[in-house]
């Protein structure tokens, strides 16, 4: 299974602030020693033509020179440097290098992205672009390459399963048929001014894993209703988990690993493809953001092994 990471263009951060930008590295190291089957690659970069399939050239610029108002820097939540600009633009390579694979390998992913926070105009959150939503354009612009004549482009299903609602991703696709935005999140969390996804599922603080789970499942039966994929983008954030010092919720190792599961097969019994990213995670202790990442890895390679057996 392909796995793009970008964590060799370190972002250089303040003492003490409060990003764990160590998390992506210590996930590549556990992938490579207890994943082998995984093929590891840096990720490429995403060119301003991809880019500006969601974003706008002013903002696609002021990244690239470091001339953002110093307003909308503070809103990413990052300090501008040249490496800031080099590795947003990894992580939405590696997402898009992940969602290629997919369609051609039924199922990839990216060691970091989930960057769901950034919008067409500005970013936010710790997210500077939005990988998946550069990534469904960009699918959807080279599938249509791929099949002249088809009247209908690719159907992108996002499941954004971070603790955060998924605003950027949502707003960059109101009134776009193409693309369904499902989003699962904590209902008194962070963006306090939710936007519409076609599917939004709010959460109570302290959801543990039957409730989680039942609401996931009510999710998709109503994606199914409403929507035909051809392409599933998944966020699996690490942060429901109990030891989460941002998440608000309760969910277990086990509810976390029961959720991606659920995810994976339900693409898998519908054979669409499915390329995911890491999204969120900011545990107590790193570790265990680490850890549920991995999880997400290991049943993710279960279901690649899958589509290899099923390949013709
Ligand atoms: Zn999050």
Redesign the pocket.
């Known amino acids: 299974m392909d796995a793009y990471y970008a964590d060799e263009f370190v972002l250089p951060l303040p003492e003490g602030h409060r990003f764990p930008m160590a998390k992506y590295r210590l996930l590549r190291d556990r992938i490579a020693e207890e994943l082998p089957e995984t093929r590891l690659h840096v990720a490429p970069k995403a060119e301003d033509e991809e880019l500006a399939r969601v974003h706008s050239p002013e903002y696609i610029a002021a990244i690239a020179q470091g001339t953002l108002a110093p307003a909308a820097q503070r809103e990413i939540g990052f300090p501008w440097s040249e490496a800031m600009a080099e590795r947003a633009r990894r992580s939405v390579g590696a997402t898009l290098a992940a969602a290629r694979s997919a369609l051609r390998h039924g199922l990839a992913g990216n060691l970091a992205g989930g960057t769901h926070h950034a919008y067409a105009g500005k970013g936010s959150g710790f997210c500077v672009f939005n990988d998946v939503a550069v990534a469904a354009r960009c699918m959807q612009a080279e599938w249509a390459q791929a099949h002249p004549g088809r009247a209908q482009p690719l159907q992108v299903a996002v499941i954004d399963l971070?603790?955060?609602q998924g605003n950027g991703t949502a707003h960059i696709f109101q009134g776009d048929a193409s693309v369904f935005t499902l989003s699962l999140h904590g209902e008194r969390n962070f963006p306090f001014r939710k936007e519409d996804s076609d599917l939004d599922v709010p959460l109570p603080d302290g959801c543990g894993d039957a409730q989680y789970l039942d609401a996931l499942e009510h999710a998709l039966q109503t994606l199914e209703q409403r929507f035909e994929p051809g392409l599933v983008l998944y966020l699996a954030?690490a942060?429901p988990h109990e030891g989460d010092r941002l998440g608000r919720l309760a969910l277990s190792y086990d509810g976390l690993e029961a959720r991606d599961r659920r995810v994976f097969d339900w693409a898998w019994q519908r054979r669409v493809p499915l390329a995911f990213s890491m999204?969120?995670g900011y545990g107590h202790d790193i570790a265990t953001t680490v850890q549920a990442q991995l999880n997400t890895w290991r049943v993710a390679l279960q279901y690649h092994c899958r589509w290899q057996n099923a390949a013709p």
């Open positions: 971070d603790v955060h954030g942060d999204a969120g």
